[in-house]
C-alpha cells in the first residue's frame, strides 16, 4: 500500500493510525504514542486552517489594492483628458503636469522588397512560388504575382495575389521559360519588386 499523497488523505491515515493505537493490543509500544500523533494531527489542522485564512487574507488585500489602481488610473486620465483640451494639446503647457500632447499618427509607409522568392513546386500548367515578408517598410496588406514569358522579352503582366507568404499558380503557359516576381502592396502603394525566379512548365 503506497503512502497517500494530498492532505486529506494523510489526516484520514493519521485518525485511522490513532484510533487503531489506542483500541489494539497487537502494538503495545508504539515509538509515537496516540496523544503525540493527535497532537502532532491538531497542529497540522491549526496551520492548514491558518494557511486558508492567510490566502483568503491576501487575495481580499490583492483585490482591494487593484480596485484601488484602477480607481486612481480612471481619476488620472480624466484631469489628464481635461489638461489636454484645456492648453490644447500644448506640450510646453503639458509638461507642468509630467505629460505631453498626443503623438502625431505615423504615416503607414509602403511595403520594403518580398524576400528569397523561391520554387516550391511545378507540374503540367502549375506552379507554387514562396517567399519571405519584406525585412523593412509597413506590413503588406496582400502580395501581386507578376509574370512575364522570356522567350519572346515579353512585359510584366499580372499572374495572381496572395495573402499569405505562398501562393499556388494554376494555367500556367506550357512549353515557354517564364520569370516571376512578387510585390508587397499597403494602402500606402506598392514596394519595389523582390528576387526574380524562373521556370520552364
Known sequence: MRFPKTESEIMALVQNII?????NPNFPSPPVSPAAL?????AAVNS???????????????DTKQADFDALIADVKTVL?????????????????GWGGKSAPHALQAPGQ?????????????LT???KKPADGGAPASYKIERRDLTDGGAWTLAGIAIETEVTLNNQ???????????????????E???????LL
Open 173 to 191: 503557359k506550357r512549353g515557354k521559360e517564364l520569370e516571376y516576381r512578387v510585390i508587397a502592396v499597403n494602402k500606402a502603394g506598392e514596394g
Open 19 to 23: 484510533s487503531g493505537l489506542a483500541n
Open 114 to 126: 518580398p524576400r528569397l522568392l523561391e520554387v516550391l513546386r511545378q507540374g503540367a500548367g502549375q
Open 81 to 97: 483628458h481635461y489638461a489636454e483640451d484645456a492648453v490644447h494639446d500644448d506640450d510646453a503647457k503639458l509638461s507642468a503636469l
Open 38 to 42: 493527535q497532537a502532532r494531527l491538531d
Open 193 to 199: 519588386p523582390g528576387n526574380t525566379v524562373t521556370a
Open 48 to 62: 492548514s486552517n491558518n494557511q486558508i485564512m492567510a490566502q483568503a487574507a491576501a487575495k481580499q488585500a490583492t
Open 129 to 131: 512560388l514562396d517567399w
